[in-house]
């Protein structure tokens, strides 16, 4: 039976704890022991699946189709535990769950209520999976003291209390500012957030306090003192010059052996951090250096492409190479030469988005790359703006478009070079959708297979023909445009395992221009880069070599 970890926030939030629950479980794992991730989001929406991504960040896909908090992907880059949809929910799906219930009469007539009705489906939830690993780290979202979090807290302190004595600890990360005036790290803040975390019947055993500097010992008596929890439990989080660090830094705070200790896990098993030290060499040890654009319509909020940058940096540890990330906003292609602002890079990423805005700078960035030989990865949008640029400048289909964007405008502009997909197979299942159907959890999501030609460079790279890879995208390119676009040299070199849904997009006579239907971004991690990124970054090296 697992061991529980809670992990809650205070005093501000973004200040990582999603971070923080993934250091740990590597570090866990690096002890020998198995781990799963788990996040608890106290806002409305059924899932961040509608969300702008000015709003929440990226979605992250898992496996099985969810649509889940980007956090899930920090979990799978530090751990290699591939997410599942029951590894995140929110009060939207709780509530949502409860008042199905409630209609179908499963509460046989009773007054439905937070406590227990809200708490125990939470509780549920939290308990899923629990006899499959060692230890189950949640993460509840938001900052202790949010109104809309009180049912999560109320739902783990009950679930600490039916779980025998030591089964269960709690981590509260907060912060620890500095007043420059003064110089001095401030405990106030802290100390306020764990009195509020204690009147809702939660008492920490680990404190993570993240501070610009060191915490002296007199701070760090303090904090012990006042938030009434042992000195060596009192973790200091500085800021670091990469995320990959956070393992090896938490290791020589402590945090580890404090939370082995607050179960009484006696003796503590030895850490192996061989894998991380390797990850810290490979960042802070390049070998030499390259520049990518990213040309997206985000780009305002990097946290948009949270997976894409930390897959271009794995890419980047693979080649023994920094990769110095740009990012470009497409819009201002739309009416300009993108040769001044693209000129320099050594590649160039187009990756995912919705709706018109900023495509026509895609394309004119698509053509930059095909016509100037520079490497070139389009992921989901990014491929079907290489398909729409090579329709209209090569095989002459001028008015050559996507559905989508006449869809948005209301009336017919385009030739649909990419659909709406309508159906499609997913396992041994048909799927049917309608244009009007809801937005939520609608599209082509999770893991499907492809199957690669012989002889492509995608072939060459993943070493094989069949890959898997996650999907999130409601519109594909149309098939029927095949034979006339591979006429002109854009091999269609990957495609469903029916031949009916294109994947995977290549021209051949050019030394990268690779376009992906799928996210490749959402599987790699710092220990085992994504092929595809490991080898674009590779392409990149060997254009920087070259200018």
Same mark, same amino acid.
């Given at each position: 039976m697992a061991r529980f970890i809670f992990i809650t926030g205070g005093v501000v939030s973004s200040l990582g704890k999603g971070l923080a629950s993934a250091a740990l479980g590597a570090l866990l794992q690096a002890r020998g022991f198995s781990v799963r991730l788990r996040k608890l989001d106290p806002y409305l929406n059924v899932d961040p699946g509608t969300m702008?991504?000015?709003e929440h960040g990226e979605v992250f896909v898992t496996d099985d189709g969810a649509e889940t908090d980007l956090d899930l992907g920090h979990y799978e880059r530090f751990t290699g535990v591939a997410a599942r949809s029951t590894d995140s929910v929110s009060s939207g799906r709780i509530y949502s769950t409860v008042l199905e219930k409630e209609?179908?009469?499963?509460?046989?007539?009773k007054t439905i209520q937070v /406590?227990?009705?809200?708490?125990?489906?939470?509780?549920?939830? /939290?308990?899923?999976?629990?006899?499959?690993?060692?230890?189950?780290?949640?993460e509840i979202g938001g900052t202790v003291g949010d109104i809309e979090g009180l049912p999560f807290f109320e739902a783990i302190r009950q679930f600490s209390q039916d779980r025998p004595r030591g089964q269960c600890i709690f981590m509260h990360l907060t912060l620890l500012p500095y007043i420059k005036a003064s110089g001095e790290l401030k405990t106030k803040p802290t100390q306020h957030s764990v009195k509020e975390l204690r009147s809702i019947g939660l008492a920490p055993d680990i404190l993570v306090c993240r501070s610009e500097s060191t915490i002296p010992d007199k701070e760090r008596e303090k904090l012990a003192l006042f938030c009434n929890v042992r000195p060596d439990s009192v973790i200091a989080a500085q800021d670091l010059k990469s995320i990959y660090e956070a393992p090896l830094a938490y290791h020589r705070e402590g945090l580890?052996?404090?939370?082995?200790?607050?179960?009484?896990?006696?003796?503590?098993?030895?850490?192996?951090?061989?894998?991380?030290?390797?990850?810290?060499?490979?960042i802070y040890n390049p070998e030499g250096k390259?520049?990518?654009?990213?040309?997206?319509?985000?780009?305002?909020?990097?946290?948009?492409?949270?997976? /894409?940058?930390?897959?271009?940096?794995?890419?980047?540890m693979a080649n023994r190479v920094k990769v110095q990330v740009e990012w470009v906003d497409a819009e201002i292609f739309d009416t300009k030469d993108p040769a001044p602002y693209l000129e320099g890079f050594h590649a160039i990423l187009v990756p995912g988005g919705f709706g018109e805005r900023g495509t026509e700078g895609k394309i004119k960035a698509a053509e930059f790359a095909r016509t100037r030989k520079v490497p070139y990865l389009g992921i989901c949008l990014g491929m079907q703006m290489a398909? /729409?640029?090579?329709?209209?400048?090569?095989?002459?289909?001028?008015?050559?478009?996507?559905e989508e964007f006449d869809h948005e405008a209301g009336k017919k502009r385009f030739e649909p070079v990419v659909y709406h997909l309508k159906e499609w197979v997913q396992g041994s299942q048909r799927v049917e959708r309608k244009l009007g159907d809801d937005k939520g959890g609608t599209m082509r999501l999770g893991a499907y297979d492809a199957t690669l030609a012989d002889g492509s460079r995608v072939a060459q790279i993943y070493g094989g023909t069949h890959i898997e890879e996650r999907h999130r995208h409601r519109y594909e390119v149309d098939i029927k445009y095949r034979e006339k676009l591979e006429q002109d040299g854009l091999l269609f070199s990957g495609m469903s395992p029916d031949g009916r849904l294109p994947e995977i997009v290549e021209w051949t006579d050019h030394p990268w221009f690779i376009g992906v239907q799928f996210?490749?971004?959402?599987?790699?991690?710092?220990?085992?880069?994504?092929?595809?990124?490991?080898?674009?970054?590779?392409?990149a090296k060997e254009t920087s070599r070259l200018v």
């Open positions: 702008s991504p000015f209609r179908r009469g499963d509460y046989l007539g /406590i227990p009705h809200v708490t125990n489906e939470i509780k549920d939830f /939290i308990a899923i999976g629990e006899d499959e690993v060692d230890f189950m780290l949640c580890d052996q404090a939370v082995l200790d607050a179960f009484a896990i006696t003796p503590a098993p030895k850490p192996n951090l061989a894998r991380w030290e390797d990850v810290a060499d490979r390259v520049k990518i654009a990213i040309v997206g319509k985000y780009t305002q909020l990097e946290d948009a492409y949270k997976s /894409i940058a930390e897959a271009l940096t794995h890419g980047g398909v /729409i640029e090579a329709a209209r400048n090569v095989a002459g289909m001028k008015s050559a478009g996507s996210h490749p971004e959402l599987k790699s991690k710092p220990f085992a880069p994504h092929p595809l990124f490991a080898d674009f970054v590779r392409a």
